[in-house]
């Protein structure tokens, strides 16, 4: 969300208070008394309140790549990142910079267990959802190829999605198998 707000001029102030939306989500946003949960959401809001064109040159087909691939980072990736960070990484690294004690670690931790396991990827192995995580990562890889956005010459609404979750793995993931597998090449 942030680098949509950024790639598209619309100024923004960031709060750094752990508040959730009204549901249980983050990112989320108020503009005026307007307060919208979910990026998605917020995404499309945005493009009604301000003179946003980032996908006005790509074709249906290449929109629907596009929501494809990020349906596959904020819907799969993402929970392959939260099982690593939540479950899989014994030292909680990234929730103890943040300063989260042990006791909301745990609790953190079997909630993530919960919800992933709700949602399907959580009743997988590690191994094998860490497998899972490295093949959206190869897709990814693979799109992309050697253009310099995700759907060509020009940055879309998809790029701003896929950056958001690849970023969590280059800079807040320390020694996961998925950032090794990036910063080492595909």
């Given amino acids: 969300?942030?680098?949509?707000?950024?790639?598209?001029?619309?100024?923004?102030?960031?709060?750094?208070?752990?508040?959730?939306?009204?549901?249980?989500?983050t990112p989320w946003?108020?503009?005026?008394?307007?307060v919208i949960?979910?990026?998605h959401f917020v995404i499309e809001y945005l493009k009604e309140k301000f003179p946003v064109k980032i996908n006005e040159r790509l074709s249906n087909e290449k929109k629907a790549i596009g929501a494809s691939f990020t349906k596959?980072?904020?819907d799969h990736l993402y929970w392959g990142l939260l099982l690593w960070r939540a479950v899989y990484d014994?030292?909680?690294?990234?929730?103890?910079?943040?300063?989260?004690?042990?006791i909301i670690l745990w609790i953190f931790e079997q909630k993530a267990k919960w919800a992933c396991h709700c949602h399907g990827l959580g009743r997988h192995t590690q191994q094998e959802t860490?497998?899972?995580?490295?093949?959206?990562?190869?897709?990814?890889?693979?799109?992309?190829?050697?253009?310099?956005?995700?759907?060509g010459e020009f940055v879309t609404e998809a790029d701003c999605s896929i950056f958001g979750?690849?970023?969590?793995?280059?800079?807040?993931?320390?020694?996961?198998?998925?950032e090794k597998t990036i910063k080492g090449g595909l």
């Fill in 1 to 25: 969300l942030e680098t949509f707000l950024r790639i598209n001029n619309i100024p923004y102030k960031n709060e750094y208070d752990r508040v959730m939306s009204s549901k249980g989500k």
């Fill in 37 to 39: 949960p979910d990026s």
């Fill in 72 to 74: 596959l980072v904020e």
């Fill in 165 to 178: 979750q690849l970023c969590q793995i280059v800079w807040q993931s320390p020694d996961s198998p998925m």
């Fill in 90 to 102: 014994k030292k909680k690294t990234v929730f103890r910079l943040v300063g989260l004690n042990s």
């Fill in 130 to 151: 860490i497998q899972l995580i490295l093949d959206d990562i190869r897709f990814l890889s693979h799109t992309l190829g050697d253009k310099k956005y995700f759907l």
């Fill in 29 to 34: 946003i108020q503009y005026n008394d307007d």
